[in-house]
C-alpha cells in the first residue's frame, strides 16, 4: 500500500480497507522519526483485534499523543545502527510486554533454542513435546544468532543518558530547517507533532528530472553528503530481493512512494549542528 506523504507512513485508510480474515497483524514503520500513527488507527485496529507492530528504528523518542512510540502496539522495534538516534554501533532491540512473544523473541536472537527462553513452564513444554531431544539443545524455530555484546550494551547504556537532549537539538534543527525551505521547491507540509527526526527529509514538489540533477550535482558540489529514495533505497517494491513475489510493474500502484524514489532526500541531521549550519544548508538547497 502506499504512504501518507505527511508522515511517510502507510496510509490508514489503506491500511484499514485492506484487513480481512487473513492479517495476522499490522507491521507500520514510523519512518525518519515521524509518528505514524492516529487514534483512528489505533482504535480501529484494537476493535478489529488485529495487533499493532511498531517499527520504530528511525524514530526514537518520538510520540503519539505523548505516550513513546514502541509501547503501543503489541511488539516494537528499534534499532542502534550507528546513523540513528543513538548506537550500539550495530543491532537494535525489541520491545514487548506479551510474556509469549517475549520468550519466543528470546530463542529466536539465539539460534532458536529453547533454552534461552525465561519461562519455565514454556520451556518446560518444549521439552516435554520433544522427549527424544537433548533439554539443552531444542531449536523451536529456523534462527541465527543476533545476540548484541557486553561491547554494545555499554555503548547504548552511556548513550541513552544523553538521548533526549539531543532528540531536542534534532528537532529544534528540522523544524529550522522546514521553515526556511523554499515551500514552492520543497515538499515541507509534514506533521511535526512528536516527530524526533534524526535526518532531515527533502521531497521535491515537483516530478522535474532537470531539477533533481541541479539539486544533487549542488549538494555534491558544496559538500552535502545525501542518500536518494530516502533512507532505504526507495520503493522497495522495485527491488530484487522483492520482484519474484509481486506482479509485473507492481511499483506503480504506489505513487508517493514512487516520487519520493526518485525525487525524495535523506540528509543527516546531526544534534551537533547549529542553527546557522542548518541556515546555510537551506541557502544551498534554496539556491537551486
Given at each position: 500500500m502506499d504512504i501518507n506523504p505527511r508522515t511517510l507512513a502507510m496510509d490508514e485508510d489503506q491500511v484499514l480497507a485492506k484487513i480481512n480474515d487473513n492479517t495476522r497483524a499490522v507491521f507500520l514503520t514510523h519512518a525518519q522519526g515521524f509518528n505514524g500513527l492516529s487514534d483512528r488507527l489505533v482504535s480501529e485496529l484494537e476493535k478489529r483485534g488485529v495487533p499493532l507492530i511498531e517499527d520504530v528504528?528511525?524514530?526514537?523518542?518520538?510520540?503519539?499523543?505523548?505516550?513513546?512510540?514502541?509501547?503501543i502496539g503489541l511488539a516494537s522495534n528499534f534499532s542502534f545502527y550507528f546513523a540513528h538516534h543513538m548506537s550500539t554501533i550495530e543491532g537494535g532491540m525489541v520491545c514487548t510486554n506479551d510474556e509469549a512473544f517475549y520468550n519466543a523473541i528470546l530463542a529466536l536472537r539465539s539460534h532458536g533454542m529453547t533454552r534461552?527462553?525465561?519461562?519455565?513452564e514454556i520451556r518446560q513444554k518444549w521439552i516435554d513435546e520433544n522427549p527424544e531431544l537433548s533439554p539443552d539443545f531444542i531449536f523451536a524455530y529456523p534462527a541465527i544468532n543476533t545476540r548484541n555484546t557486553e561491547i554494545g550494551a555499554v555503548l547504548g547504556r552511556s548513550a541513552l543518558p544523553r538521548l533526549d537532549a539531543n532528540n531536542a537539538l534534532r528537532t529544534r534543527n528540522f523544524t529550522l530547517l522546514i521553515k526556511n525551505l523554499d515551500p514552492n521547491i520543497y515538499f515541507t507540509d509534514f506533521v511535526l507533532e512528536g516527530s524526533s527526526n534524526y535526518a532531515f527529509n527533502l521531497i521535491l514538489k515537483e516530478k522535474d528530472p532537470a531539477l533533481r540533477d541541479r539539486l544533487e550535482k549542488k549538494m555534491r558540489d558544496e559538500g552535502v553528503e545525501f542518500r536518494r529514495g530516502s533512507a532505504g533505497g526507495g520503493n522497495q517494491v522495485r527491488q530484487p530481493y522483492v520482484r519474484p513475489y509481486i506482479r509485473e510493474n507492481e511499483w506503480l500502484e504506489y505513487p508517493e512512494v514512487e516520487h519520493i524514489h526518485y525525487y525524495g532526500y535523506y540528509v543527516g541531521n546531526y544534534p551537533s549542528m547549529s542553527e546557522e549550519q542548518v541556515l546555510e544548508l537551506c541557502k544551498v538547497l534554496n539556491s537551486i
Open positions: 528504528c528511525e524514530s526514537h523518542g518520538a510520540t503519539h499523543k505523548g505516550k513513546k512510540l514502541g509501547s534461552e527462553i525465561q519461562n519455565d
